[in-house]
């Protein structure tokens, strides 16, 4: 059973940074295509970064670019979202999800995510 535990969430300042991490386990030891989605109160859960197997690709959405940075650590099983300058509409949940099956490039759609982690919390006061 493949598992997704984010962490590095909390209460914040407008301004600050912030970085998410997200650790990946389970029975296969080939990473995976991965995404970090976020899902403010009341609005649809949607896309922040995804970045490929290999980590030489990387997507963002418009709302995030030039603050937020996905990198991963295949050694670790582990992917990051390094946030700069958090705005109050940054508060949501974050989570970290899978793909299993795309071997290149990178899955920029919530229905390609095969596994999804439980969240973390980012609350942005102003």
């Known amino acids: 059973q493949v598992q997704l535990v984010e962490s590095g969430g909390g209460l914040v300042q407008a301004g600050d940074s912030l970085t998410l991490s997200c650790a990946v386990s389970g029975p296969t030891s080939s990473p995976y295509a991965m995404g970090w989605f976020r899902q403010a109160p009341g609005k649809e859960r949607e896309l922040a970064a995804c970045i490929s197997k290999s980590g030489d690709g990387t997507y963002y959405a418009d709302s995030v670019k030039g603050r937020f940075t996905i990198s991963r650590d295949n050694a670790k099983n582990t992917v990051y979202l390094h946030i700069l300058n958090l705005k109050p509409e940054d508060t949501a949940v974050y989570y970290c999800?899978?793909?299993?099956?795309?071997?290149?490039?990178?899955?920029?759609?919530?229905?390609?995510?095969?596994?999804w982690g439980q969240g973390t919390q980012v609350t942005v006061s102003s």
């Open positions: 999800a899978a793909d299993r099956y795309r071997l290149v490039g990178v899955s920029t759609t919530r229905g390609q995510y095969d596994y």
